[in-house]
Structure formats: C-alpha cells, structure tokens
C-alpha cells in the first residue's frame, strides 16, 4: 500500500534541505513512526473488543492509532508522536466519525474522512521553512551556474597552459595545478549534488523504499562523493597555499629552493589533505555513520577539515599583506609623477593577489557556522557559495586569458594557423 499523502508530506518536505539534515530528520521520523505502529499494533491486540452494540473496528491508517468507536460518535486521538513539529502540537488531536452503519465515514473521495487540522504545522512556521527552501534551492542554482562556468574555462586555460612549450615553468605547473584542483572541485561538487538527489530524491511509494534509502548500502555512493569533495577542497585550499608560497619565494626570499624544486608544491598540495581527509573519513565511519555524512552532529570531527582550511587561510592572509607591503613600496620608488597610474597599478595588484590567496576566507573566519544563526548565517552562505563558485572562473581569466604570455602565444600561434 502507497504511504498517505500527509506521510509522504512529511517524509519529503525536508529533501530539498540536502546540506542542513534532512537525511537525519527522514530516519528519525521513520524510525519514531515504526515505534508508533508497534505501539498501535500492541494495543489492537491486547485491547479487549466491545462487549455489546454496533462499532467501527480499531484500525492503523498509517497515521493514527485509532480505537474502537460506537457507531455514531465522532473519535478523538493525540496527534502523533512521530510528527517532526510535535512539539507544537502536542495538545492537538486528530478527528475520525463512525457512522450509524459501523463504518468509518469517508468523503467525496471515497478515502476515510478524517481531521488532522490540529496537528498540522503552523502556517507561519511552514511558510518560512517554504521560504528557507526556496533561497535554498536559489542558493544551489547560484553555484551550480558559477561551478559550470569556472569548469569550462578552467578546462580551456588547463589545455592551452600545458599546450604550448614557451609557458612550462614552475610557476605555470603551479598555476595548472591550481586550475585543476578547482576543475576537480567542481566535478566534486556536482557528483555529489547528484549522489544526494539519487539517494534522498528518489520517490517513496512502499514503506521498503525508506528502509532501502536509509540504508548503508545505499548511501556508500554519496559518502565517497562526500568524501572526494572534501578531499578537493583541501587541494584547493593547498594549491592557494603553494601559490603563495611561490610568489613569496620569488619576492622575498626563498623557500623551496634550488633542485626539486617542483616536488614539495606536488606534495603540499595533493598530500597534504590526505592528512585530514583520511582521519575525518575514519571518525565518520566509527562515530557518525549515517546518511551521506553530510550533517555534523559534533562539530569536533569538522574541525579536523575545518582547521587546515582556516590555517591555510590565515598563513595565506599574512603572506598578501607581506607581499602587498613589498608591491606597495616598489611602486611608491617609482611613483614620480604619475600618481593617478601608480593607484590603478596597486589597485591590480590587489586584485589579481586576492583570488590567488583566497583571502576572503579571512572574512568569514570566525564566524563559524556554531555561531551564525538567521540572517547572518544566510549572508554568509550566499557569499561563501558565489566566491567559491565562481572563484575559479576569476583566477582562470587573470592568470591565463589575460595574462600577456599566453596572449602572445595565442596570438603567436594563430597568424602560424593562417
């Protein structure tokens, strides 16, 4: 049998919140619901029947536990426990009429009237979870476009960096490198939306097709996505880091220096987070095993990504302020009389060094996500998703479309064409 439409409500108004539990609401619903029908069940078969007079019989409807009823008489019941607002419906109750027939009443549709006014959620709650929902899904939209975009032109700016001979350098392995982790970042990104959909998405018509969503089996897909994800995010983070490194090298004074020189920049950036990744992967599997791992019930096991990207971050943060302070003075050297052009040219140099830095993590790093709450927490995620999505659309085109040497090999290579 198909499960009632207020069940099946309840079941899948929480799907669209993929990053905020909705996992976790669906098995603790279910699984307070399957208590509820034991509970029912039990007391069908212990309640003795009536003695005397024409009733309707006790019945589970799949959403209320209903009594024996004498024909005629409207019954009462306590909405469900399993309900995820019965906190605010507990002195509720839900409604059902046993007709002078002995039969439970039904409506024009043939179904069995029945009253559930009362334990329904309140409109105002419902309409802001409604809207949450919808700046939600805006959300997603916003960075899917800005993943798909930054994907394709890091794809272009992959191929024509390793393309052409003149541009293989370390700085340029660096730059590619930096291309790719964003390339795989936004692969993990999708796979894993589209993990979540296929496992949280799918529709419930039998009561098997929960226990089957709610299984282990089902979710390994979605937690090698997760987990994948995480892993591409590190690299990202660590690849800004190498950036910085390099430049800082470069400028100030050396740090990877003389032969393989190239080797620690591999290994800072697609080693380094096999250190965190693999320690937060085991904790999950140990501690919190449920779902896609997408909900982080202690905020300890987060740390161990968190920490690295917000290290990272700030070590990031001091070698920019470093670097501008040397870019600041240079210029001032040279500034003679062309005050207007000296403030465009630190104007760029700021520019093209905060993307590369990822800066703006610094902006947002102590307001956890433990602390933000309402409309700062919405602020936050618009602009921690837009930077992070369309972040590698802005580092493609400073550090290869605009970048005057591969210009000239462009160029270069197009009148060879003709």
């Not at 839900?94 to 029945?114: A, F, K, M, N, Q």
Request: proline share 3%.
């Amino acid at each position: 049998r198909p499960l009632t439409s207020m069940q099946t409500s309840v079941v899948k108004q929480h799907f669209l919140q993929l990053e905020t539990g909705s996992g976790k609401v669906l098995e603790e619903t279910y699984l307070k619901w399957l208590q509820y029908k034991q509970d029912c069940i039990k007391m069908m078969q212990n309640e003795p029947p009536p003695q005397e007079g024409l009733f309707c019989n006790r019945t589970f409807d799949r959403y209320a536990c209903w009594p024996d009823a004498a024909a005629g008489f409207k019954v009462n019941v306590s909405c469900p426990f399993y309900l995820p607002w019965f906190h605010k419906v507990s002195q509720g109750s839900v409604r059902r009429r046993c007709g002078s027939d002995g039969l439970w009443e039904t409506d024009e549709g043939g179904h069995v009237w029945r009253d559930i006014s009362e334990c329904e959620e309140e409109e105002e709650a419902a309409s802001q979870e409604l809207w949450a929902k919808q700046l939600m899904v805006g959300f997603r939209t916003l960075y899917t476009v800005g993943y798909s975009l930054s994907l394709s032109t890091l794809i272009m700016a992959l191929i024509i960096v390793l393309s052409f001979r003149k541009l293989h350098c370390t700085r340029n392995y660096i730059h590619a490198n930096l291309f790719l982790s964003f390339i795989l970042r936004a692969v993990a990104v999708i796979v894993k939306d589209s993990m979540l959909d296929r496992h949280l998405g799918r529709e419930i018509v039998r009561h098997a097709d929960v226990t089957e969503m709610l299984s282990h089996q089902a979710a390994i897909g979605c937690r090698v996505a997760q987990v994948m994800m995480q892993y591409c995010v590190l690299a990202n983070h660590y690849w800004f880091f190498g950036e910085a490194i390099y430049l800082y090298s470069v400028l100030i004074s050396c740090v990877f220096i003389d032969s393989n020189k190239y080797l620690p920049y591999l290994c800072l950036g697609w080693g380094t987070p096999l250190l965190f990744v693999v320690p937060w992967a085991v904790m999950k599997v140990l501690k919190e095993n449920k779902e896609c791992w997408a909900v982080n019930e202690n905020m300890n096991y987060w740390w161990i990504i968190r920490f690295p990207v917000l290290l990272a971050s700030l070590i990031n943060f001091l070698i920019f302020m470093k670097i501008l302070g040397v870019i600041f003075s240079k210029l001032r050297a040279n500034i003679h009389s062309q005050y207007p052009d000296y403030k465009l040219r630190l104007a760029k140099a700021t520019l093209t060094l905060i993307p590369l830095f990822g800066v703006h993590e610094v902006i947002f790093i102590f307001a956890t996500d433990e602390q933000t709450t309402g409309l700062l927490r919405y602020i936050k995620v618009f602009f921690t998703l837009f930077i992070s999505s369309f972040q590698g659309l802005l580092v493609a085109v400073l550090y290869c479309y605009a970048n005057k040497e591969v210009q000239t090999e462009l160029r270069r290579k197009l009148r060879s064409w003709r």
